[in-house]
C-alpha cells in the first residue's frame, strides 16, 4: 500500500533526475517532517474535535492545570499560549462560559485578575486525558523505546539548529 507521501516522494524522484544539483535527501526529510506535522495536527484535531474542544482550548485548560493552584493572569495565559492578548480574553470567555474557569480579583491586588480552574475544567481533563494518551500510545507504538529516543535526540538537534539559524539570520543570509 503506498503512503499518502509516495506522490511527493515521486516528485522530489522525477526532480532529481532532471537537476544533478537537487539537495534530494534534504528536500525528502524536510517534506516528511512537514507531511508528518501535518497528519499528526489532523490526527489531533480530529479526536479533540470528537471530544468537542480545539487545540487552543486545550492547551489553554492544561497550562492552567499546570500552574500552582491552577490559576494564571490573562496576560500569563497569553504568553503561555503564544497568542495576542485580545485573543487569550477570547479563550478565556469561552473556557467560562464551559464552565471550566473562573475569572477571580487577586487576593493581594483587587486590580489584578486570576483564571482559575474550576471542579468542572478538572472533570473534563481527567475526562478527556486519557483517550488522548490511549491515541498517542497506538501511534508511537511502531516504534521501539530506542528508536523514539533516537528521534528524539535528532529532533531536538534539528530544532537547536532551526533557533541557531533564526538567531543568526542565516535563513535570510542564504537567500542573498
Known sequence: MDSSFTPIEQMLKFR???????????????RLCMHMQGKLLDNRNKMLKAQGINETLF????????????????????????????????IADELEKR??????????????????LTDKGHAFLREVLPPQHNCLHQLWSSLSTTEKEQLEHITR???????????????LEALS
Open 16 to 30: 532529481a533526475s532532471r537537476h544533478a544539483d537537487f539537495p534530494y535527501q534534504e528536500i525528502l526529510l524536510t
Open 59 to 90: 492547551m489553554a485548560l492544561i497550562t492552567l492545570e499546570s500552574q500552582e493552584n491552577h490559576s494564571i493572569q490573562p496576560s500569563e495565559l497569553s504568553c503561555a499560549l503564544g497568542s495576542s492578548r485580545t485573543n487569550a480574553t477570547r
Open 99 to 116: 464552565g471550566w474557569i473562573e475569572r477571580r480579583e487577586s487576593d493581594n491586588d483587587r486590580r489584578c485578575l486570576h483564571l482559575q
Open 157 to 171: 538537534k534539528l530544532l537547536t539548529r532551526l533557533d541557531q539559524m533564526d538567531q543568526d539570520g542565516a535563513i
